[in-house]
């Protein structure tokens, strides 16, 4: 019986502990934060720094994008005829969207030859929805204008190639 009584006192004794360690937390007491690690490589931190660059500023100058232009020449100087006609037709079918210098509800083509390669530019103006759904810069392009797609303005390449002369003007 003296056995019985010191069991049940220890158990009574123990559950009080457990009851009494298991209340409440405290109102302002912070939750700890677990952090894990990925695993990842240095290798990996530069794409992700990398890839925190907004794509309006990221130089990606040996991507042609995809879509009909395959190579583009571009003369050491400005024609100033074709860069005339260019800007008619941006000023005509792109201004809707498209500020020359300053960020609208696209890009700003100013600086643009610095950041991307003509072909690039040319398959984007011609060919958007083939660029946004296969070319990686363009849908990061996408994300960042808020999902504001470039309509297809059915330009042709001439006319794309002034817009493109254009360009290099600004």
Request: hydrophobic letters at 35%; one cysteine or more.
């Amino acid at each position: 019986m003296k056995n019985y009584l010191k069991l049940s006192f220890l158990l009574l004794a123990f559950s009080g502990i457990l009851i009494g360690c298991g209340g409440e937390k405290k109102k302002d007491e912070k939750k700890e934060k677990v952090t894990l690690h990925s695993g990842k490589d240095k290798k990996d931190k530069k794409e992700d720094k990398k890839s925190k660059v907004p794509a309006s500023e990221r130089v990606a100058l040996d991507n042609k994008g995809v879509g009909p232009i395959k190579n583009v020449d571009l003369a050491e100087t400005v024609d100033q005829d074709l860069a005339s006609k260019g800007k008619d037709v941006y000023n005509k079918m792109c201004t809707a969207c498209h500020k020359p210098t300053k960020r609208f509800i696209g890009p700003a083509p100013a600086g643009i030859l610095e950041r991307r390669s003509p072909e690039w530019v040319m398959n984007m103006i011609l060919a958007p929805e083939k660029m946004v759904r296969e070319d990686p810069l363009a849908k990061d392009l996408l994300i960042e204008f808020n999902g504001s797609p470039m309509a297809n303005q059915g330009l042709t390449e001439e006319e794309a190639r002034a817009v493109l002369e254009y360009f290099r003007t600004l």
